[in-house]
């Protein structure tokens, strides 16, 4: 009779098992997720802390879940679909319940990242946009945008001179920064 009583229970746990890996794959399979992520969503299921333990160790061996891999692939897509800065792309990455180590590492092996080809291109999109505001509020605009993305200061203001230097002069010098001469400033260099 006890035996019964045994069995029910490791049946109850297994089937609590199954409930919270058959839970973690279907999150998993609309998008891919850190282990700490994974493991907030579960225990919003109010899944024991041992369960989804168990659960994540169990998607870790069998590579159903690698920090590594979801840092890289998401820092890649994230440079592409949304150009952020490294400092933004870091709390990004922080927020998700990455290990500092390996967010430092994953923005360090980043390849192909131009900040300043980014930023010259959101900036030139931006630009666009501003018609009938003065050069100074342009200037300010696009440097409190460039900066919420996550764009050094370094970057922003050396693409900044180059956008707003007409024909060679120089941002500090006030010439410059209408459309015509940012198209003009555009099309020189396409030659």
Do not use: C, W
């Amino acid at each position: 009779m006890a035996e019964s009583g045994n069995n029910e229970l490791i049946n109850s746990e297994e089937q609590e098992l199954l409930k919270a890996k058959s839970d973690a794959l279907r999150l998993l399979s609309f998008s891919a997720r850190s282990a700490d992520e994974l493991r907030a969503r579960l225990k919003r299921k109010k899944y024991t802390d041992a369960l989804i333990n168990r659960v994540i160790e169990g998607f870790q061996k069998q590579g159903l879940i690698d920090d590594a891999k979801f840092a890289k692939l998401f820092a890649e897509s994230r440079v592409y679909s949304r150009p952020t800065g490294k400092r933004q792309l870091e709390m990004d990455l922080k927020k998700k319940g990455l290990a500092p180590e390996l967010v430092r590492q994953t923005i360090a092996d980043l390849k192909d990242y131009d900040e300043k080809g980014m930023v010259r291109e959101l900036a030139r999109k931006r630009l666009k946009g501003m018609t009938g505001v003065s050069k100074e509020k342009k200037r300010a605009r696009l440097f409190g945008f460039l900066k919420r993305r996550g764009f050094g200061s370094e970057a922003i203001f050396s693409v900044m001179d180059e956008l707003f230097s007409a024909k060679g002069g120089s941002a500090s010098g006030g010439k410059g920064g209408s459309a015509e001469d940012l198209e003009l400033k555009e099309h020189s260099s396409e030659d």
